[in-house]
């Protein structure tokens, strides 16, 4: 894979998972976006939070400063203060375009680069292959929590329940292509 296409790829894969979480919370309720089941367990507003902190964090400065930054307090980022959906959104998107902001400004020249977090060095490579592991991680746990918490039929995100064989049939029934398995994915959660 060229390095242009690694940095397409990146990209297409973190909208991916940006809007699988934005279509996850959008079928709660806001009120719903607070709840935490028990003390050891984080709101879906705790894990945007965590998400935004941890952008911000990383993706600043991303090739010139470390992505620990000593500005952040992650600690906070685990404290219900959130009061209401649109500043949630806000915080959200807040990280999110961060996130986007710097892999926009980079070349097929800076993936070698070393970069640190946290004082340990990582190639650019291997800076976004960390935080593409770590976001949709947390995703995964907006979506198990909005489908806990919500009250009415769920709309899937993915492939829905007993309908596998018609996906493949779908997907078999067609040309070989080489894409992103994004591009479709995208144009179905639109």
Request: charged share 30%; hydrophobic share 35%.
């Amino acid at each position: 894979m060229t390095d242009n296409k690694y940095l397409e790829s990146v990209k297409k894969q973190f909208l991916y998972y940006k809007t699988i979480g934005e279509k996850a919370m959008e079928q709660v309720e806001p009120e719903q976006l607070f709840v935490s089941v028990n003390e050891d367990t984080n709101s879906i507003a705790v894990i945007v939070k965590h998400l935004s902190g941890n952008m911000l964090s990383r993706w600043t400065d991303f090739l010139t400063s470390d992505g620990e930054k000593e500005w952040r307090n992650r600690d906070s980022e685990f404290e219900e203060d959130v009061t209401s959906k649109e500043e949630l959104l806000r915080i959200w998107n807040q990280g999110w375009d961060c996130l986007f902001e710097a892999l926009n400004s980079l070349s097929s020249e800076d993936l070698e680069t070393i970069i640190y977090i946290r004082n340990e060095g990582h190639t650019v490579i291997e800076a976004i292959n960390r935080q593409l592991a770590h976001y949709p991680y947390h995703i995964g746990q907006i979506v198990f929590y909005a489908k806990m918490l919500k009250s009415t039929e769920w709309t899937s995100l993915s492939i829905p329940r007993n309908k596998s064989n018609t996906y493949n049939a779908d997907k078999f029934s067609k040309e070989k292509t080489i894409k992103n398995f994004t591009d479709d994915e995208l144009h179905k959660l639109k």
